[in-house]
Nanobody, 125 residues
Framework: QVQLVESGGGSVQAGGSLRLSCIAS????????MGWFRQAPGTEREGVAA???????RYADSVKGRFTISQDNAKSTLYLQMSNLKPEDSAMYYC???????????????????WGQGTQVTVSS
């Protein structure tokens, strides 16, 4: 069983930065891909960024140029560097992992089998 634990969330003013981390444990295999998702109250969970095992990255249009996803396989850790944050970035952020390929795309929730509990990000104007 895979456990994912996020950290690094918090409150920041617009224009500020945060770095989220997600530590994976419980499985000796490297995920085929991992992703960051977010969900604001009353909205559906949406894909923010994803990274494949070979380092290929994907971003939602709303965060391109501001967010950077990276991974340290030696530390089993996934990161999301968020810069120039906006109030609309406020949400609960979740990391997710997949050990098999799904056809729905790496920024869709149905492409992942394992989820963390989330870390809250609040951006004030």
């Amino acid at each position: 069983q895979v456990q994912l634990v996020e950290s690094g969330g918090g409150s920041v003013q617009a224009g500020g930065s945060l770095r989220l981390s997600c530590i994976a444990s419980g499985n000796t295999y490297t995920p085929l891909y991992m992703g960051w998702f977010r969900q604001a109250p009353g909205t559906e969970r949406e894909g923010v960024a994803a990274i494949e095992k070979d380092g290929t990255t994907r971003y939602a249009d709303s965060v391109k140029g501001r967010f950077t996803i990276s991974q340290d396989n030696a530390k089993s850790t996934l990161y999301l560097q968020m810069s120039n944050l906006k109030p609309e970035d406020s949400a609960m952020y979740y990391c997710a992992a997949a050990f098999r390929w799904y056809s729905t795309g790496v920024l869709t929730t149905s492409a992942y089998g394992y989820w963390g509990q989330g870390t809250q990000v609040t951006v004030s104007s």
